[in-house]
Structures are given as structure tokens and as C-alpha cells.
T-cell receptor, first 115, second 115 residues
Framework: GENVEQHPSTLSVQEGDSAVIKCTYS??????FPWYKQELGKRPQLIID?????GEKKDQRIAVTLNKTAKHFSLHITETQPEDSAVYFC??????????????FGKGTKLSVKP | KAGVTQTPRYLIKTRGQQVTLSCSPI?????VSWYQQTPGQGLQFLFE???????NKGNFPGRFSGRQFSNSRSEMNVSTLELGDSALYLC??????????????FGPGTRLTVT
């Protein structure tokens, strides 16, 4: 089944710097890769996702890149701000006999942005 | 549209008891997934229901069960509670199965404490 590894588990950056979080997945049939942000005491919320037919997607200060050959995808946050401090989760779908099943989440990266 | 709601928000139970948690998805959403969140373990998939049928099940013991009603509301039950079941239980709804690339919207969670 699908296995999703996420690194690093904690990341501390200065305000204005960039942050990069990387995930690897095991199932080559996976074709949808979302990223969720969970602020302290709040529910996870989708911030960006990418499908396997594109290699990069951007939304203002955040971007996601996908390398299907290497089976890894990354979240890039530029010009970080204190409000970016949160736990970020990547995910990939479990494959069930050719159809995409439930999402498997990485263990999360706690990002701290220091002012 | 109203968001995903979960009841109760907090629960304290004793070892050996059983508990039932409820999740009301966004109107029109037919998929409900349940996750257990504990520090350091991220979001661990419990099960997904779609149109009243369990679509997938995670690697949890049979003490964890669930169901979905015709109005898409879902319940999960944990019998014979153990201390290790203490966690935040999150449900998420989507219009179609989440692994197919449809955004999951999370509820606020039920914080279960087993003493």
C-alpha cells in the first residue's frame, strides 16, 4: 500500500526566508497530492494541491513541485511570515485495484517563522 | 454553506467503556473520512464512507467501527476503550471520494480522553 514520508519534522526559519518541505510516496499509481495546513488548535485546511499531469503549481507565495519519476513532491513557501507558522501535512492516495482510495498523510512538519 | 460539524467536541471516558462520535458533513457531500490524530503520528486514516458504504478501512483494530446514514451523517464507535485511544478524532467530508482529487473539508474534531 501507499506510504508517505515527510521531512523535516520541524523547521525553523527567519521571517522573509523561504521554507521547503519534502514528501516521498511509494505508489507510482498515485495521481493527486494535496498539502494541508493546521494552525494550533484548528482543523487542517487545504492550501494547495497538484495532479500528476503537471510538474509545478503556484498560488501567490506557495508552490508545489512534483517529480513522478522520483516519486517525491515538495511544498515551497517564499517570503515567510509569522502567520505561516503551523503544521503542514502532505498526502497521497492509496491505490485500490486501479482506483484512487483514501488519502495517506505524512506525519507533518512543524514550521516556525521567527519575526 | 455550513461547514463540517462534529459532536461532542470534548469527551472523557474510562477504560473499558465505549464511545460514539458523530460527524455531519457539508450539505451535498457524500464522502466522510475519519482520522485519528496524535502528537508525532500525524493523521492516521480510520475509514471512509461513501453513500452509506464503507469504502476503505485503515489499520486499526476491530474495536473501531463506523457507519453512515442516508443523509450522509456518519458515526464512529470505539468499544472497550484503552488509554492509547486518547486522541483528537477528525472527520472530513468531500463531494466525491477524497483520493480522486476532491478537496476534503475537516471538522473541528472530537478530543477524546481515556482515563
Amino acid at each position: 500500500g501507499e506510504n508517505v514520508e515527510q521531512h523535516p519534522s520541524t523547521l525553523s526559519v527567519q521571517e522573509g526566508d523561504s521554507a521547503v518541505i519534502k514528501c516521498t510516496y511509494s505508489d507510482s499509481a498515485s495521481n493527486y497530492f494535496p498539502w494541508y495546513k493546521q494552525e494550533l488548535g484548528k482543523r487542517p485546511q487545504l492550501i494547495i494541491d497538484i495532479r500528476s499531469n503537471v510538474g509545478e503549481k503556484k498560488d501567490q507565495r506557495i508552490a508545489v513541485t512534483l517529480n513522478k519519476t522520483a516519486k517525491h513532491f515538495s511544498l515551497h513557501i517564499t517570503e515567510t511570515q509569522p502567520e505561516d507558522s503551523a503544521v503542514y501535512f502532505c498526502a497521497a492516495p492509496m491505490n485500490y485495484g486501479g482506483s484512487q482510495g483514501n488519502l495517506i498523510f505524512g506525519k507533518g512538519t512543524k514550521l516556525s517563522v521567527k519575526p | 454553506k455550513a461547514g463540517v460539524t462534529q459532536t461532542p467536541r470534548y469527551l472523557i471516558k474510562t477504560r473499558g467503556q465505549q464511545v460514539t462520535l458523530s460527524c455531519s458533513p457539508i450539505s451535498g457531500h457524500r464522502s466522510v473520512s475519519w482520522y485519528q490524530q496524535t502528537p508525532g503520528q500525524g493523521l492516521q486514516f480510520l475509514f471512509e464512507y461513501f453513500s452509506e458504504t464503507q469504502r476503505n478501512k485503515g489499520n486499526f483494530p476491530g474495536r473501531f467501527s463506523g457507519r453512515q446514514f442516508s443523509n450522509s451523517r456518519s458515526e464512529m464507535n470505539v468499544s472497550t476503550l484503552e488509554l492509547g485511544d486518547s486522541a483528537l478524532y477528525l472527520c472530513a467530508s468531500s463531494s466525491l471520494p477524497a483520493g480522486e482529487g476532491y478537496e476534503q473539508y475537516f471538522g473541528p474534531g472530537t478530543r477524546l480522553t481515556v482515563t
